[in-house]
């Protein structure tokens, strides 16, 4: 029987998807749902069935349900006794720590805070003073390390008072902190079962996550860094506690002096705890200022910044900046230069004289905060502190700790400034019961010129319950 159609060898069609010609018999048929259509595609265009079209054809059981469950239900504010609680740092302040300029703004006398901008504090106990009586929350706004500004809602006329009663608390957010719930700001500890994961017994005694201790919940306490200084320049040691196994370490090395008229100066020496160390800066000669002090190599674990080198030229050169904790000192300058400013909370350099330059500025060890800035003859020719540091003096001493020392003498045998100390900060690791070597540098002293701010060393740890 003949043959409906011709074999086509030589036909040509249009593909349905994008219209293009080809041979007849390479268009395809598409499939959708298992199904073929009359839609004829190209090579390019065709597609096979989809799987995701096919949902809903075939019969499937899935269930996601558990007969029966036993969720765990003892969540961090259920454990223990009353859940998460924690205790504002409180206290007395001196007596009428209050004192008033006659704007909204109230300064608040409280040596050593270690507050926080930003931080909400609670007074009660104040007497009238100027005609106010100040207690209740107040945001704050810190000063320095012993004083911290408030707003009170009206002026209040200049004056200072409150009492001798006066009782403060301190607490990361606004309101009252709830027993059992985190507010703002606060650490939360998980608390679970001993051991983590689960116990085999629901009555296994609660006990942190990070196994500092064991027993039933009732209190949790955040204990403060112990602080142990070493200001005094000398060789010390110092004995890991019993349980303490992490230590904050920070060295600053002692700033080198001035060089005084046509001569030399001297250098500061190394802060070091064990073999971490912070360099001292390096002395001032005739002509020349020193180098920054520099340390144990900066890295993702190693923290901190070089001292800022002393100036030279013509005339005498202003001390160096004590290093950062983020960046380095500030340069000491010549005259008619102004000093640098320090970066990273470190010491600004001084600006240089005709024939005698100021200190450098030297560097808290509280932490990182303001850089110092650089002496200038608009302000005062000496260097700033950092972070709380001790300016350095007209006199050309470096300031506390770490700053570079000015230097001494007229044109063409002017002695430069000294380097500002080098900083350094990490947490190191250490071994309970064991010794460890801690030396404070020196600042450099030479007669004729200013003397370098001494070096120190600070260790923190937390305390074994």
């Known amino acids: 029987m003949a043959n409906r159609f011709a074999n086509g060898a030589k036909a040509f069609g249009f593909c349905d998807v994008c219209g293009f010609r ?34 809903g054809m075939y019969p499937i059981s899935d269930p996601q349900a558990i007969r029966d469950p036993r969720p765990d239900t003892n969540t961090w504010y259920q454990s223990g ?30 040596p050593n805070h270690g507050a926080l901008t930003g931080t909400y504090v609670t007074f009660s106990g104040a007497t009238v003073f100027s005609g106010v009586v100040i207690v209740g929350q107040y945001q704050l706004t810190v000063v320095n390390a012993n004083s911290y500004a408030i707003t009170y809602a009206t002026p209040v006329p200049a004056g200072n008072g409150g009492g001798s009663a006066v009782t403060f608390a ?69 004995t890991a506690p019993v349980g303490v196994t992490q230590v904050y370490v920070l060295c600053v090395g002692g700033g080198g002096s001035g060089g005084p008229s046509g001569g030399t100066g001297v250098s500061g020496t190394n802060s070091s705890f064990d073999t971490f160390f912070a360099g001292g800066g390096v002395r001032g000669a005739t002509g020349s200022g020193g180098a920054g002090g520099q340390g144990t190599t900066l890295s993702a674990t190693v923290f901190g910044g070089n001292g800022g080198a002393g100036g030279s030229g013509f005339y005498s050169g202003g001390g160096g900046g004590a290093g950062g904790y983020a960046g380095n000192g500030g340069n000491g300058r010549s005259f008619p230069f102004n000093g640098n400013p320090g970066s ?46 001790q300016n350095g003096d007209a006199n050309g001493n470096g300031g506390l700790y770490g700053g570079g020392g000015g230097g001494r003498g007229v044109v063409f045998s002017g002695g430069g400034g000294g380097g500002g100390g080098g900083l350094r900060w990490t947490f190191l690791t250490v071994v309970p019961g064991t010794t460890y070597p801690v030396v404070v540098g020196a600042g450099g002293v030479v007669a004729g010129a200013g003397a370098g701010g001494n070096g120190a060393v600070r260790i923190n740890y937390l305390p074994v319950p």
Do not use: H
């Not at 080809?22 to 597609?47: G, M, R």
């Open 344 to 389: 990273g909370g470190g010491g600004g350099g001084s600006n240089g004289g005709l024939s005698a330059s100021a200190g450098g500025g030297g560097v808290g060890l509280s932490g990182q905060g303001t850089s110092g800035a650089g002496g200038s003859l608009a302000l005062n020719s000496y260097g700033f502190g950092g972070s709380d540091g």
């Open 22 to 55: 080809f041979d007849l018999k390479k268009l395809k048929n598409l499939v959708v749902k298992t199904k073929q259509t009359q839609i004829k595609a190209c090579p390019q265009c065709w597609t096979p069935d989809q799987p995701q079209l096919q949902l």
């Open 81 to 110: 006794t009353n859940g998460l609680q924690t205790s504002p740092t409180s206290g007395l302040l001196p007596a009428n720590p209050f004192t008033a300029d006659g704007t909204t703004t109230v300064l608040v006398n409280a």
């Open 170 to 238: 301190y607490q990361p957010a606004a309101g009252v902190l709830q027993q059992g719930f985190p507010g703002e700001g606060m650490l939360v500890i998980q608390w679970g079962w001993n051991p983590i994961g689960g116990a085999r017994d629901f009555d296994a005694v609660l006990t942190p996550n990070t196994l500092v201790g064991a027993g039933e919940v009732g209190q949790v306490t955040f204990a403060p860094w112990t602080s142990v200084f070493f200001t005094t320049p000398g060789t010390y040691s110092w």
